[in-house]
């Protein structure tokens, strides 16, 4: 198949890219940035996904659309919440008008589990308003057009190549290599579900060549709190407990994430082959050897 990774010079994207052309797919990328060195697919388009005609340009041919590319995480979409809409509102909606009119006839959307935990609890950032929405036009673009589409709504994606992210792994890592500090936002009671990224990669690869349609949970089902990663990282990095420092809570931040990938295993067939202690020291590795720390935290 030929495969449009949008987002294919972010963190899953690189992942998801490699994934896919390991499998004998053809991948053609997209993203806003230079084409990423070791980029493993045969064709890259250095565009922005809300650019209507360099969309269809990039799509056409295509048999699928990963699209991954989004501004992500809480505190950006509360501080530039228009930045967040444009990218993932109607950037996924330029897509999905680009599969129609360029016959694509699947389009995957990296959704979030915040999508989830907003019905449950009814807390809503801006972020998780991006996504929703956008899960709310594949469904449109599904019933209307006929297009097949999937969300996945991934939980909290960590692994290699994420050293530049805020999520909760990368920043303690980051961190902690750095300054020997681990910051926790609030009492650190919340609970998360964490997947490694090839795990994530694989759920989307499975969908393309299923032609999967509808909403998928992609997660562990095992929830840790945040506390409890802190731990787990002070003690793989060799820091006191005086390491672990309290920071204020996030607004909109969920509180407890529980997540059942069970149907996505009876429909798909996926299931997380990395467990959360071998994809730390899988991740752990990889931010050794790039991040600027203390000769106290070799590599090796």
């Given at each position: 198949m030929r495969i449009v990774v949008t987002g294919a010079a972010g963190f899953i994207g690189t992942t998801l890219t490699r994934i896919l052309a390991d499998a004998g797919h053809e991948v053609v990328g997209v993203d806003l940035g230079e084409r990423p060195a070791g980029f493993a697919g045969t064709r890259y388009h250095r565009m922005d996904v809300t650019d209507e005609v360099a969309a269809r340009e990039a799509v056409r041919g295509a048999q699928g659309i990963c699209h991954l590319a989004a501004e992500s995480g809480i505190i950006p979409s509360i501080e530039e919440p228009l930045v967040t809409a444009r990218t993932n509102v109607m950037g996924t909606i330029t897509m999905l008008w680009a599969a129609w009119k360029e016959s694509v006839p699947s389009l995957a959307l990296a959704s979030s589990c915040a999508t989830q935990t907003h019905l449950r609890t009814g807390s809503l950032s801006p972020y998780a308003a991006s996504k929703q929405s956008g899960e709310t036009y594949?469904?449109?673009?599904r019933e209307t057009y006929g297009l097949k589409t999937a969300a996945l709504r991934l939980s909290n994606v960590y692994g290699p190549g994420s050293a530049h992210k805020s999520s909760a792994v990368a920043r303690m890592l980051r961190m902690g290599l750095e300054s020997g500090r681990l910051e926790v936002t609030g009492d650190g009671g919340q609970r998360r579900d964490f997947l490694f990224v090839e795990d994530a990669a694989h759920a989307f690869r499975q969908v393309m060549e299923q032609g999967a349609?509808?909403?998928f949970t992609v997660s562990t089902g095992v929830n840790t709190s945040v506390l409890e990663l802190a731990e787990i990282i002070r003690s793989r990095l060799g820091l006191g407990p005086d390491a672990i420092v309290h920071t204020a809570a996030v607004p909109g931040d969920t509180r407890d994430l529980h997540l059942d990938p069970a149907e996505t295993a009876r429909t798909l067939g996926w299931h997380p082959r990395v467990s959360?202690?071998?994809?730390?020291?899988?991740?752990?590795?990889?931010?050794?050897?790039?991040?600027?720390?203390?000769?106290?935290?070799?590599?090796g």
């Open positions: 594949l469904t449109a673009f349609q509808g909403e959360l202690a071998q994809g730390l020291e899988i991740t752990l590795e990889w931010f050794r050897g790039r991040v600027a720390g203390s000769p106290r935290f070799p590599a």
